[in-house]
């Protein structure tokens, strides 16, 4: 009697591991993904490896290359760029936006501001839909004035960009909330606006910095009260991975056969508000990270992160 009551004991006390076990291994990966990142902390050196992830390669501890920001530099130097796209092709085909869902050092930010304990908001399927289109038009924007640059760089005698001002190699980098948080941030608390080196340059931009300084406040605000906003409605990087969540090895899956009870409780989970129950078999929605939080939340196990051969 006194061990079943012991037994009976554990399992409540283990209870919260075993419904939210996706989301610690989650968590597990993204501390261990962000040491990696930014490795330099350690004494790791910069590595040869290019991710599509939103994190300054210029950041002050990076050991990773970011595959967007490589995509704009091969640009505005003349350059097709081969590699970014290379990464982005096998990336997002094999694992979709898993990147998103567990490496990104953003993604993980985002996660941490939707743990505040402060009402989250949601938006309507259009509108969740139609500001989708936001990031997507900005992939454009960018892509179109890193090949302008590109093209009067080519052109120029001596070879110079230097009327394109902070933007001249990866236009995104300006405004680029990350990159503010990442590294901006923490160049302008180390070498000062009147300091040296990097410091005396950013003590140039300075009506930039204020610019770059009042969107990530405004990414702040929005991402704690609509939790990965700035995945959904924003991110180039997560964007471009989009375009893969139909044709991905790796994705989430629904069996409707279990799906008995209509709780909705993997929609209520989303935190990107998929329409998961729209779906007869494989969810392929480009918002989709693979987070596992719905998997989590079903507890008919009717959905399963998998391979989708
Ligand atoms: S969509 Fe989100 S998680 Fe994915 S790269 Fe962008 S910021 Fe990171
Ligand atoms: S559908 Fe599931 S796996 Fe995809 S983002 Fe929403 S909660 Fe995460």
Redesign the pocket.
């Known amino acids: 009697m006194a061990t079943k009551q012991k037994k009976n004991k554990i399992s409540v006390a283990l209870r919260p591991i075993s419904e939210h076990r996706i989301r610690i291994m989650r968590i597990l990966v993204q501390v261990i993904s962000f040491g990696l990142i930014n490795g330099a902390i350690f004494g790791l050196g910069r590595m040869a490896v290019i991710l599509p992830i939103e994190y300054p390669t210029g950041g002050p501890f990076s050991t990773v290359w970011n595959a967007f920001e490589a995509l704009q530099y091969a640009i505005t130097f003349g350059m097709f760029p081969y590699l970014a796209i290379s990464i982005f092709l096998l990336v997002g085909s094999i694992f979709g936006k898993t990147t998103c869902?567990w490496i990104c050092p953003f993604g993980a930010v985002q996660d941490m501001f939707s743990y505040i304990p402060i009402k989250k908001k949601k938006v309507s399927r259009p509108t969740n839909k139609s500001l989708g289109k936001v990031g997507l038009v900005l992939v454009v924007f960018i892509v179109l004035m890193s090949i302008i640059i590109g093209a009067s760089w080519a052109n120029s005698d001596p070879h110079t960009k230097t009327a394109w001002g902070a933007g001249k190699d990866m236009p995104f980098s300006t405004i680029d909330p990350v990159s503010t948080i990442f590294a901006t941030l923490y160049y302008y608390l180390k070498w000062g606006i009147q300091g040296e080196s990097i410091g005396a340059e950013i003590g140039q931009w300075e009506f930039l910095f204020f610019l770059r300084l009042a969107i990530l406040l405004f990414v702040l605000v929005l991402i704690t009260l609509y939790p990965r906003a700035y995945c959904r409605w924003f991110c180039p990087t997560g964007v471009i991975l989009g375009f893969f969540s139909k044709f991905s090895i790796l994705g989430?899956k629904i069996n409707k056969n279990r799906c008995t009870s209509g709780c909705n409780a993997?929609e209520k989970?989303?935190?990107?508000q998929?329409p998961?129950l729209s779906y007869d078999k494989n969810?392929t929605?480009k918002?989709?990270?693979?987070?596992?939080?719905?998997?989590d939340a079903c507890k008919e196990g009717a959905l399963k992160?998998t391979l989708r051969f």
Request: hydrophobic share 40%.
């Open positions: 869902g989430l993997c989970a989303c935190p990107v998929v998961i969810i929605d918002s989709c990270t693979n987070c596992g939080e719905c998997v992160l």
